[in-house]
């Protein structure tokens, strides 16, 4: 099977949900008249990763001003279960085109943001969501962290999709718990854009014999809205250099990565060579020892499939 996917390297309208929204439209239309069929977004797109923002904390004490920003971003945020779930849905619906798109996510349950990976079905709409398990740093303030259940997989009509968010990728564990799934296009939506980046999808990629979708955002300190730039005096234009690449099952870069610009990496993927890569290494099959390691993942749900047929 071949499979022709697009990597999104742009920056969004940032704490602006709707003007952002109105952009992705826009680049799904351009894309899927490009034959593009699984179409991948940074690491919280929606509404922007909020580099450089402390919102006014420090230990032992908060800030009313970062208060304020928080409920600002809080409001801005992706509610998948209100009309913006039917926008995504019907986006690829539309163009009929697989999405996977990476958003902060707000529960109006418990009031928690959590840093999410959405995976849409242009026949089932959402088929999953994968929320962080451990945010970096001082992510913690602002994302919660989802335990097991959280790690979906999905059987599509292009293929297995799995994958993890930004240095969730430097868990082994949560590797494997994609691995053990036999994912053929892992996806990893992140903010990190280090040169040492590559090679941790490089490295993913020979692990995991599976092609590798490394994705990033393009973003300077000017594409901030004016108002908030008083908060990041300290920061660099060139605020994240993006780094966007597409790997192959033995480690090859196929495209990128991509520096200091916008653009969108496509290219065609042959699952076949999925097999072919398997002949000297199978982190699952042959080159496992069950007899020496036991791994197990709590509450991890099955594979989930599409349950409608294309028309």
Same mark, same amino acid.
């Given at each position: 099977?071949?499979?022709?996917?697009?990597?999104?390297?742009?920056?969004?309208?940032?704490?602006?949900?709707?003007?952002?929204?109105?952009?992705?439209?826009?680049?799904?239309?351009?894309?899927?008249?490009?034959?593009?069929?699984?179409?991948?977004?940074?690491?919280?797109?929606?509404?922007?990763?909020?580099?450089?923002?402390?919102?006014?904390? /420090?230990?032992?004490?908060?800030?009313?001003?970062?208060?304020?920003?928080?409920?600002?971003?809080? /409001?801005? =945020?992706?509610?998948?279960?209100? =009309?913006?779930?039917?926008?995504?849905?019907?986006?690829?619906?539309?163009?009929?085109?697989?999405?996977?798109? &990476?958003?902060?996510?707000?529960?109006?349950?418990?009031? =928690?943001?959590?840093?999410?990976?959405?995976?849409?079905?242009?026949?089932?709409?959402?088929?999953?969501?994968?929320?962080?398990?451990?945010? !970096? &740093?001082?992510?913690?303030?602002?994302?919660?962290?989802?335990?097991?259940?959280?790690?979906?997989?999905? $059987?599509?009509?292009?293929?297995?999709?799995?994958?993890?968010?930004?240095?969730?990728?430097?868990?082994?564990?949560?590797?494997?718990? +994609?691995?053990?799934?036999?994912?053929?296009?892992?996806?990893?939506?992140?903010?990190?854009?280090? $040169?040492?980046? !590559?090679?941790? +999808?490089?490295?993913?990629?020979?692990?995991?014999?599976?092609?590798?979708?490394?994705?990033?955002?393009?973003?300077?300190?000017?594409?901030?809205?004016?108002?908030?730039?008083?908060?990041? /005096?300290?920061?660099?234009?060139?605020?994240?250099?993006?780094?966007?690449?597409?790997?192959?099952?033995?480690?090859?870069?196929?495209?990128?990565?991509?520096?200091? !610009?916008? &653009?969108?990496?496509?290219?065609?993927?042959?699952?076949?060579?999925?097999?072919? =890569?398997?002949?000297?290494?199978?982190? !699952?099959?042959?080159?496992?020892?069950?007899?020496?390691?036991?791994?197990?993942?709590?509450?991890?749900?099955?594979?989930?499939?599409?349950?409608? /047929?294309?028309?």
């Amino acid at each position: 099977m071949k499979v022709k996917v697009g990597v999104v390297q742009e920056n969004p309208i940032f704490f602006n949900k709707i003007k952002t929204l109105e952009k992705i439209n826009s680049i799904v239309k351009e894309q899927a008249s490009n034959g593009c069929q699984l179409l991948v977004f940074p690491e919280s797109f929606i509404p922007g990763y909020p580099r450089g923002f402390s919102f006014g904390a /420090k230990i032992g004490s908060r800030t009313k001003e970062g208060r304020e920003l928080y409920a600002e971003y809080y /409001k801005n =945020s992706i509610d998948l279960e209100s =009309s913006d779930r039917l926008f995504l849905e019907n986006l690829a619906k539309d163009y009929s085109i697989y999405i996977v798109i &990476g958003i902060t996510e707000k529960n109006s349950l418990n009031g =928690s943001l959590y840093c999410s990976m959405v995976y849409i079905s242009p026949t089932d709409g959402i088929l999953g969501v994968h929320r962080k398990i451990k945010p !970096t &740093g001082t992510e913690r303030l602002i994302w919660a962290e989802e335990n097991g259940s959280s790690l979906v997989t999905c $059987e599509t009509r292009i293929g297995k999709l799995g994958g993890l968010i930004c240095w969730e990728n430097y868990m082994p564990l949560a590797r494997m718990s +994609m691995f053990l799934k036999g994912v053929q296009i892992y996806i990893a939506p992140t903010a990190d854009s280090r $040169e040492e980046w !590559t090679a941790t +999808m490089q490295h993913i990629a020979l692990e995991g014999r599976c092609f590798v979708l490394g994705c990033n955002q393009y973003f300077t300190k000017s594409m901030y809205p004016t108002k908030y730039h008083h908060l990041l /005096k300290e920061e660099p234009e060139n605020i994240c250099s993006g780094g966007s690449v597409i790997v192959s099952p033995l480690g090859k870069i196929i495209e990128g990565p991509l520096f200091n !610009t916008n &653009g969108v990496l496509l290219t065609e993927l042959d699952l076949e060579e999925i097999i072919m =890569s398997k002949l000297d290494f199978d982190v !699952t099959g042959h080159y496992s020892r069950n007899d020496i390691f036991n791994f197990s993942i709590t509450d991890q749900p099955g594979i989930i499939t599409e349950k409608k /047929k294309e028309s």
